[in-house]
């Protein structure tokens, strides 16, 4: 079951709650002068609802797999027989970027951005990966 906040449900739980809420009793009201407020309460129950459901699903969400790494094997495949798998460390200013390295000819192709230790761990973990050979450029 797709979640709420996904791209095709929340905005039909926002779009009825404003039709609800909103636009069915500003006609009502312009049509007839009355004000329905049964309406306009049903409206704001029904964005309350989605507004506490989406933030259930992001508190949810939280602490597992960071965005970036979702599906990240499947984007970014890894050949053992044709790659190696290196972090790419600037001499000037320390940046690490994690990696493939085409042993044919020399192309690397970027993975994610090493800050921390547990970043590169993360990045083995993934790839199932024992070790890492670190090269160094200007």
């Not at 791209?7 to 009355?34: D, E, F, S």
């Not at 797999?65 to 044709?82: A, Q, S």
Request: net charge negative; aromatic share 10%.
């Amino acid at each position: 079951m797709p979640k709420i906040n996904s791209v095709h449900y929340g905005g039909i739980w926002i779009g009825c709650a404003l039709i609800i809420g909103l636009v069915i009793p500003g006609i009502i009201w312009m049509v007839t002068g009355m004000i329905i407020w049964w309406l306009i309460i049903l409206g704001t129950i029904v964005m309350l609802a989605f507004i506490i459901l989406f933030m259930l699903e992001m508190h949810q969400d939280s602490s597992k797999v960071p965005h970036y790494e979702k599906g990240l094997k499947d984007r970014i495949p890894y050949d053992p027989e044709t790659q190696t798998a290196i972090i790419r460390s600037s001499i000037c200013n320390g940046e690490k970027v994690a990696g493939f390295k085409n042993r044919s000819d020399g192309h690397f192709t970027e993975v994610m951005l090493i800050r921390s230790p547990e970043e590169e761990q993360r990045f083995k973990e993934i790839y199932g990966l024992d070790e890492v050979k670190v090269d160094y450029f200007t």
